[in-house]
């Protein structure tokens, strides 16, 4: 089981940045990935990315805006989040999946995380 605490969330304005942090303690060695999910809106997948970070996915709407980047020394993910535009607007939260898993359904992670709210004004 892996425990996972989100932070770095906050209000910024359209073109602006943020990087969120997820840090995780227990059974690490898991490929981490973020999800969003808007008022009214399903669950997306936004960025995932290996045990070693020798794998790395998003998904086409954060494509060019949004880095996945790991520090297993510190057990900490992160997600360096460029121009953002008013559709970033969600509850961001990172979760574990199995150590060599490379996809992107919910339903595959185990354990996630809290979340931490992003909201970008027009």
């Known amino acids: 089981q892996v425990q996972l605490v989100e932070s770095g969330g906050g209000l910024v304005q359209a073109g602006g940045s943020l990087r969120l942090s997820c840090a995780a303690s227990g059974r690490t060695f898991s490929s981490l990935g973020w999800f969003r999910q808007a008022p009214g809106k399903e669950r997306e997948f936004v960025a995932l990315i290996s045990w070693s970070g020798g794998r790395i996915s998003y998904a086409d709407s954060v494509k060019g805006r949004f880095t996945i980047s790991r520090d297993n020394a510190k057990n900490t993910v992160y997600l360096q989040m460029n121009n953002l535009k008013p559709e970033d607007t969600a509850i961001y939260r990172c979760?574990?999946?199995?150590?060599?898993?490379?996809?992107?359904?919910?339903?595959?992670?185990?354990?996630w995380g809290q979340g931490t709210q992003v909201t970008v004004s027009s």
């Open positions: 979760a574990a999946g199995g150590r060599y898993y490379y996809g992107n359904d919910p339903a595959d992670f185990g354990s």
